[in-house]
C-alpha cells in the first residue's frame, strides 16, 4: 500500500512537522488541526458540483432498480445468494440498503457520503505516511485529496465500493503498523487488521494487493522479515486470493465477461497493460481531457510499435535499478506499489467495462498514493533545505497547490452533475464512443427529443457493435416517432443479432397487434415469456390479445402472472376485473377494481407528500379516469387542489366524494372548513 514510497529515513521531517526549538510556537499553518481542516473543507468545496447531483449510467443498477435494497430478505441475499446485480461487494450493498432507508432516491444523500469518505480517506492517507516516517506526508493527502483524476471515484455514486475499500484498507494498514511496533506484541491489533482487510475486500476485491504493502511496511519500518512474519502475512494472502478467484468466477459466469471481446491472447495483455501503465501516469502528470470513458485500443502483436510502451517500461525499470545509489529505494518503490496496485485492472485479467475501454479513471483511485506520495516527499526535502532562506515559501506553495487541484476537480466535478451532462461531455471528448452515445440517445429519448436521440443511435451504429440493446433503442427511437415501419426493421435486425432477446420480440408484437396481426404478435410475446418468464408487458400483452378473442381463462393466467412478478399495476388489475366479469365472477372483478383503485390513490397521495403536486392532480386524474366511482380519489384530488389554492374545483370534488360515499367523514370535513 503506501508504504511503497520513499525511501525516507527516520531523521526527516514532514512537511507538516518542521524543526522548531520547544520554546517555539509553530506558526497556525503548521498546527495538525488547521492541516486538517483544510483537507476536509477543501474535498468538500471541490466537489461542490455534485452536493446536489443526480444518478448516472449504472447507478440504477447498484441503487434505483437494485430490489436487494428494499426487500425484507434482502440483507440475507446480498451477503448469501448470487442475486447481486453486478460482482459481489456485500459491504457496499449493505451500506446502499441503510441509506435507501434513510433519503431514498434522493441522490444527494449518497453523493455526500461519497465526498465525506474522500475526506476521510485523504486524512488516513496522511495519518498512515507520518506513521511509516515519510517526508511531505501532508502534502501526499492533499494530492490525493485533490487530484482532478479522483472525480470519477467520488463523484460516481456506483464508485462507492472504491472509497469504502480504501477506508478499511488504510484502517487495516494502521493497525497492522501498531502491531509490528508495539512491545510486547497486542495480538488485537493483528486480528483487527485481518478483519478490516476482510471488510475491504467485500467492498472490492482490488484490495487484494494490499499484502506486498506489509511487506514493504515491515521494510520501511526496519523489521527483520522472519518465517514468523511470512507466518502473519500468510492469512492476508490467502483471503485475498480466494476473493479474487471469486470475483473472476462472477466476472465470467454472471456478468457475463466472455466472447469474442475478451478473447484477447496473453501477449496482447501484456501489451495492454504496458501501454495502461503509461497512460494513468500520464494523467496524474498532466490531468487533462479526463473523461468517463476513454477509446479503447486496439492492439496487433504483429505491430512493432504494439512494443514500444512494453520497451520503455523496461528501460524505465533499469534507470530506476541505476538511480538506486544516489536516489535511494524510494522512487523504485513507488513505481513497484505504482504498478502492483494497478494489475487487477490493467488487462491480465479481463473485466466486463473492458468491452468500452481497457482504463478508466477509476482504476488508480488507490494506485496513485505512490507516485502522490513520492512527489511530496521530493518537495518537502526541497521545502526543508529552503525553509532557512524562504520561509513563505513553503506555505504559499501549498495554497496554489491546494487551490490549482481543487479548481480543476471543480471544473471536472461538474460533468457529473447529471446523466445527459456527462454523456455529453464524453462525446465531446470521445466522438467515438458509442457507450455514451447510446445512453446519451436513451436520456433524449426518455425526454421526447426524438429526432436528436435517433442521430445519437445512429452515430453509436456506426462507431460501435451492432448491439441488441442498441438496434432495440432506435426501434423505441422510431417507433416514439410513428415510423412503425422503420421501427419494425431494427426490431427484425436485433432479433437476426440474438433471436432470443425478450425486448425486440415483445415491441414487434405491440406493431403486429396495431396492424391486425394477432396471431403473429401473440407468437412472439410467446417467445419472450419463454425468455423470460417474467417479462411482465409480454404476459400482459398476450393477456390482452387473448382477452380480445374471447379467451378469458387464457389471459386470466397471464395477468395473474404479470400480477405476481409487480402487483401494483393498475391497468392489469382493471383489464382482470373486465376479464373477470366476462366470465361471471364480479366478485373478484371488484376487488380488482378497488386494488387498481389503492395503487392509484396511493402513487398519488405518494407524490403529493413530497410536494409534486402537479403530477399528483394529474395521477388523481387518471385515476378516476380509468375507475370513475372512486370516492378516495375525489377527495385526495380536492386536498391536492385546496393545497395549491384552488378551492373553488376543490370543493366540487369533496362534493363528489360524499355523493359517491354518503357520510364521508374527511370529505366533509373539508367542505365544513371551506363553507
Known amino acids: ?7 525516507a529515513r527516520p531523521t526527516e521531517h514532514l512537511i507538516s512537522q518542521p524543526l522548531v526549538r520547544p520554546s517555539q510556537q509553530p506558526p497556525f499553518w503548521r498546527h495538525p488541526r488547521f492541516l486538517g481542516l483544510l483537507l476536509v473543507w477543501a474535498t468538500i468545496l471541490a466537489y461542490q458540483p455534485v452536493w446536489h447531483g443526480g444518478f448516472i449510467w449504472d447507478d440504477d443498477v447498484y441503487v434505483i432498480k437494485n430490489k436487494l435494497l428494499t426487500a425484507p430478505d434482502g440483507l440475507r441475499r446480498i451477503w448469501f445468494s448470487e442475486d447481486s446485480p453486478s460482482q459481489y461487494f ?27 469518505f474522500q475526506a476521510a480517506n485523504a486524512l488516513l492517507v496522511w495519518r498512515l505516511l507520518k506513521r511509516l516516517e515519510l517526508p511531505g506526508a501532508w502534502l501526499a493527502a492533499a494530492l490525493f485529496a485533490l487530484h482532478p483524476v479522483q472525480v470519477e471515484s467520488v ?24 502491531f509490528i511496533e508495539e512491545r510486547p506484541k497486542r495480538w488485537g491489533f493483528y486480528t483487527g487488521a485481518l478483519v478490516l482487510y476482510l471488510l475491504a475486500l467485500f467492498s472490492k476485491t482490488t484490495a487484494c494487493t494490499v499484502p506486498a504493502a506489509l511487506v514493504v511496511s515491515l ?13 502473519q502475512i500468510a492469512p492476508f494472502v490467502a483471503m485475498g486470493l480466494g476473493m479474487g478467484l471469486l470475483t473472476m468466477w462472477w466476472e465470467r459466469h454472471h456478468i457475463g465477461t466472455n466472447g469474442g471481446v475478451f478473447a484477447i491472447g496473453p501477449l496482447e495483455r501484456v501489451l495492454i497493460a504496458s501501454r495502461g501503465v503509461w497512460f494513468y501516469a500520464w494523467k496524474l502528470l498532466w490531468p487533462v481531457n479526463l473523461t468517463f470513458s476513454y477509446p479503447r485500443w486496439v492492439i496487433h502483436t504483429t505491430d512493432p510499435l504494439a512494443y514500444a510502451w512494453l520497451a520503455l517500461g523496461v528501460l524505465f525499470c533499469g534507470l ?99 446523466v445527459e451532462t456527462l454523456w455529453r461531455d464524453t462525446v465531446r471528448k470521445n466522438p467515438d464512443s458509442w457507450l455514451a452515445r447510446y445512453n446519451l440517445s436513451r436520456d433524449l429519448l426518455h425526454r421526447g427529443q426524438f429526432d436528436e436521440a435517433l442521430e445519437e443511435y445512429r452515430q453509436a451504429l456506426r462507431t460501435g457493435p451492432n448491439t441488441v440493446d442498441g438496434l432495440v433503442s432506435v426501434g423505441n427511437a422510431l417507433f416514439a416517432k410513428g415510423r412503425q415501419d422503420e421501427a419494425m426493421e431494427f426490431y427484425e435486425r436485433a432479433l437476426q443479432v440474438n433471436p432470443d432477446n425478450p425486448e425486440a420480440h415483445v415491441n414487434l408484437a405491440v406493431i403486429l397487434a396495431n396492424r391486425g396481426q394477432i396471431e403473429e404478435a401473440m407468437e412472439h410475446d410467446r417467445k419472450a415469456i419463454q425468455v423470460n418468464p417474467k417479462h411482465i408487458t409480454a404476459h400482459v400483452n398476450l393477456a390482452v390479445a387473448l382477452a380480445s378473442q374471447g379467451r378469458f381463462k387464457e389471459a386470466l393466467e397471464h395477468y ?70 372512486n370516492p378516495e380519489a375525489h377527495c385526495g384530488l380536492g386536498l391536492v387542489l385546496l393545497r395549491q389554492g384552488n378551492a373553488g374545483e376543490a370543493r366540487e370534488e369533496f362534493s363528489r366524494a360524499l355523493e359517491l360515499r354518503p357520510g364521508y367523514q374527511e370529505a366533509q370535513r373539508q367542505l365544513n372548513e371551506l363553507h
Open 1 to 7: 500500500m503506501p508504504a511503497m514510497l520513499a525511501a
Open 90 to 116: 456485500p459491504l457496499v450493498y449493505s451500506m446502499f440498503r441503510v441509506e435507501y432507508a434513510l433519503w431514498g432516491l434522493n441522490p444527494a444523500g449518497y453523493h455526500w457520503v461519497n465526498i465525506l
Open 155 to 178: 463523484a460516481w455514486i456506483t464508485e462507492r465500493k472504491n472509497l469504502l475499500s480504501l477506508f478499511f484498507v488504510l484502517w487495516s494498514l494502521l493497525a497492522w503498523l501498531a
Open 219 to 231: 521494510w520501511l519500518k526496519r523489521k527483520p522479515i522472519t518465517r514468523w512474519r511470512w507466518a
Open 320 to 418: 530506476l535499478l541505476f538511480a538506486r545509489r544516489y536516489a535511494g529505494r524510494g522512487p523504485l518503490l513507488a513505481a513497484a506499489y505504482y504498478v502492483a496496485t494497478l494489475a487487477p485492472t490493467l488487462g491480465f485479467i479481463m473485466l466486463f467495462t473492458f468491452r468500452y475501454s481497457f482504463v478508466a479513471d477509476h482504476y488508480q483511485y488507490m494506485a496513485c498514493i505512490g507516485p502522490f506520495a513520492l512527489v511530496a516527499a521530493g518537495l518537502a526535502v526541497v521545502a526543508k533545505r529552503l525553509r532557512q532562506q524562504r520561509p513563505w515559501l513553503e506555505p504559499v506553495f501549498c495554497g496554489l497547490l491546494v487551490l490549482g487541484l481543487g479548481s480543476l476537480t471543480w471544473r471536472q466535478a461538474q460533468a457529473y452533475k447529471d
Open 560 to 629: 395473474a402472472k404479470a400480477l405476481e412478478v409487480n402487483p401494483d399495476q393498475p391497468m392489469t388489475h382493471i383489464n382482470l376485473a373486465i376479464a373477470l366479469n366476462a366470465l361471471g365472477q364480479t366478485n373478484q372483478a371488484q376487488a380488482h377494481f378497488r386494488k387498481a383503485a389503492e395503487v392509484v390513490n396511493a402513487h398519488a397521495a405518494g407524490l403529493a407528500t413530497q410536494g409534486r403536486l402537479d403530477e399528483a392532480v394529474a395521477q388523481y386524474r387518471e385515476g378516476i379516469r380509468l375507475i370513475p366511482n
